[in-house]
């Protein structure tokens, strides 16, 4: 997965191994490569922003390395990278979502997840396919049909229900979302479900009205996880939509969805460098079996440390 970005990497190593004539890094041995990089990040849709960034980071850390001439130059330059990309993410935490829910679970129930995130980028899918996960692990789940505003929301959701095994609550169009969040709540509390997914309706980042009544639900069901979903084939727009999205509610960690229909993944960068939190899943196609766990080392370890194979 993610092979353009992976390639922009390696072609970075690649430039950097060719011009080197010291054993030691210069700012010339790596200029003409970190421009190339940052023209390849950009067409893998990392923004143009978090594209400077992270050449910047870079260039600091790359100029004045050693890289011995005899011995695995490649290697070398390669972990340099690896290291500086950790570096500058060190703050985001590698979350195992499972993990942390067991924890949580001792001394609360139910566990509350809140879905949120522009319309169209999966939140629902998303929200059947961790239910899918929790079923299967023997949980009780219970939903909240918190999209009450677009029609249709509340069938598809009760669809999943059906047939992933979880009860919905709420169901009138034009409802209070907050209400709806806090009736779920005190449903699974009543009959000691373990978690309530809470779906929402999609907002545009620029509707205050709507991140007035994110907030709103975010107050009323204080969920333990706020999971901001987007979509893996975001560009530039991803920085203007993190930062909006940051600046009205509470984000806790992310799912990358639609991973699979998108070999760029530069939006995984972008999202990471601006929001600093964790991403949680990626959704990797329509089926509920679908989401698989993210972890930042394994990602940056598979970007840089892996031999690039072209597929
Ligand atoms: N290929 C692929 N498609 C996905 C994935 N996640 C969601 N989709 C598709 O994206 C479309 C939108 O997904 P929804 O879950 O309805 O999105 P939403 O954010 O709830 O949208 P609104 O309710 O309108 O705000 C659907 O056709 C999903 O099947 C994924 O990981 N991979
Ligand atoms: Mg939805």
């Not at 990040?41 to 100029?63: P, Q």
Request: hydrophobic residues 45%; charged residues 25%.
């Amino acid at each position: 997965m993610f092979w353009r970005l992976k390639s922009a990497f390696s072609n970075l190593v690649r430039t950097v191994v060719e011009a080197v004539k010291e054993d030691v890094l210069g700012e010339g041995d790596v200029e003409r490569a970190l421009s190339k990089l940052y023209v390849e990040l950009v067409e893998c849709d990392v923004a143009v922003d978090v594209a400077d960034m992270i050449v910047s980071d870079l260039r600091g850390r790359l100029v004045g390395a050693r890289v011995p001439r005899f011995g695995e130059r490649e290697a070398a330059v390669r972990a340099v990278i690896h290291r500086a990309l950790l570096d500058a993410l060190s703050d985001v935490p590698d979350v195992d979502f499972y993990e942390e829910s067991r924890k949580l679970l001792e001394r609360a129930r139910p566990v509350v997840v809140m879905f949120l995130g522009p319309n169209g980028y999966g939140k629902t899918t998303t929200l059947a396919k961790l239910a899918f996960q929790l079923r299967q692990m023997g949980y009780s789940v219970v939903a909240a049909a918190a999209d009450t505003f677009r029609a249709g929301a509340v069938e598809q959701l009760e669809e999943h229900g059906k047939r992933v095994g979880f009860r919905v609550v709420g169901g009138r169009y034009g409802a209070d979302p907050a209400a709806v969040a806090y009736d779920a709540i005190q449903h699974a509390r009543s009959r000691g479900s373990h978690f309530v997914l809470i779906d929402t309706a999609g907002r545009m980042h620029t509707d205050k009205n709507l991140m007035e009544e994110l907030r709103k639900i975010q107050r009323v069901a204080e969920p333990h996880f706020s999971v901001f979903v987007f979509d893996s084939q975001l560009g530039n727009d991803a920085l203007e939509i993190a930062k909006q999205y940051a600046a009205h509610v509470r984000i806790d960690g992310m799912v990358a969805a639609k991973a699979d229909v998108y070999q760029r993944g530069g939006s995984i960068l972008t999202f990471m460098y601006t929001l600093r939190r964790p991403i949680y899943f990626l959704g990797t196609g329509q089926a509920y079996s679908d989401l698989v766990k993210f972890s930042k080392s394994e990602y940056l370890r598979q970007l840089l440390l892996e031999e690039f194979a072209g597929s």
